[in-house]
C-alpha cells in the first residue's frame, strides 16, 4: 500500500492565486488533518475531519478551506494565496479522531512570492 | 486551552552521551502523548507514545502527570539519532491535535 501520499511536492506560487494541495491515503483511515511547518513554530494544525462528510478548523484555518468527499481524499485549498502562507503542508491521517496515532504524508513545500 | 512546550530548540551531545529532550504539556483532561521524529528529508514518523510504554530505538518516555511532562531519554545517543523531534497531545476526536516547536538533536562524533 502506499500509505498516505500528497501532491505537488513542490511548488511557487504567485500571490492572490489559488491552489488546491493534493491529499489520498489507501489507509481507510477515518480521520485526516492538515498542519503547517514553520521554523520555529511546530506544526500547527489548520483544519482536520473526523469522518468523511465533516470537517473542522484547526487552529490556524484563515485562508485554507477543505472538503472531504470521501474517504480517501482530504484537499486543501488556497483561495488567493499570500506570502504568509508560505510554508511546508503535512497531511495525516489517523484510525478514528480520538489520540489515535497520526501517519504523516511526505509534506508538500509551498512558496507564496 | 491545551499547550506542548519543548523549551529547547536545539540540543547537542556526543555520540554516546545520554540525552534528554523535554516536553511539557498543560491539559485539562487525561492526556495522550507522543514523540515523532524527523529525520532529514524525511516524513514525520512516530517514535512512541505514552499508552504503549515502549522502547523504540532505545528511547523511552515516561509520563510524569504530577510534574506534566513526557520527557523522552537515551542513555546512550546514536549519530542516527540527529533529528528533528516534535512532543504532542493528540486528542484528535475535538481537532485539539497540539505539536511543540520542535527541538532538533544533534549528535556529534
Redesign the interface.
Known amino acids: 500500500t502506499a500509505g498516505i501520499t500528497q501532491a505537488p511536492t513542490s511548488q511557487i506560487l504567485a500571490a492572490g492565486r489559488s491552489m488546491t494541495l493534493r491529499c489520498t491515503q489507501d489507509m481507510r483511515h477515518n480521520?485526516m488533518?492538515w498542519?503547517r511547518q514553520d521554523l520555529?513554530?511546530?506544526?500547527?494544525?489548520i483544519h482536520?475531519s473526523?469522518t468523511a462528510g465533516t470537517t473542522?478548523?484547526?487552529?490556524v484555518p484563515d485562508g485554507y478551506s477543505v472538503s472531504r468527499a470521501n474517504t480517501d481524499e482530504f484537499p486543501l485549498t488556497l483561495a488567493s494565496a499570500v506570502p504568509s502562507q508560505t510554508s511546508v503542508y503535512?497531511c495525516?491521517s489517523?484510525t478514528?479522531?480520538?489520540?489515535?496515532?497520526?501517519?504523516?504524508?511526505?509534506?508538500t513545500r509551498l512558496t507564496v512570492l | 486551552a491545551q499547550r506542548v512546550t519543548q523549551p529547547e530548540k536545539l540540543l547537542s551531545v556526543f555520540k554516546g552521551a545520554p540525552v534528554e529532550l523535554k516536553c511539557n504539556y498543560s491539559y485539562s483532561g487525561s492526556p495522550e502523548l507522543f514523540w515523532y521524529v524527523q529525520y532529514s528529508r524525511q516524513r514525520l514518523q512516530l517514535l512512541l507514545r505514552h499508552i504503549s510504554r515502549e522502547s523504540i530505538k532505545g528511547f523511552t518516555a515516561d509520563l510524569n502527570k504530577g510534574e506534566t511532562s513526557f520527557h523522552l531519554k537515551k542513555p546512550f545517543a546514536q549519530e542516527e539519532d540527529s533529528a528533528m523531534y516534535y512532543c504532542a497531545l493528540l486528542k484528535s476526536g475535538a481537532g485539539k491535535s497540539t505539536f511543540g516547536d520542535g527541538t532538533t538533536l544533534t549528535v556529534k562524533p
Open positions: 480521520a488533518y498542519y520555529g513554530l511546530g506544526l500547527r494544525l482536520y473526523n473542522g478548523k484547526g487552529e503535512f495525516a489517523s478514528s479522531g480520538e489520540g489515535d496515532t497520526q501517519y504523516f504524508g511526505p509534506g
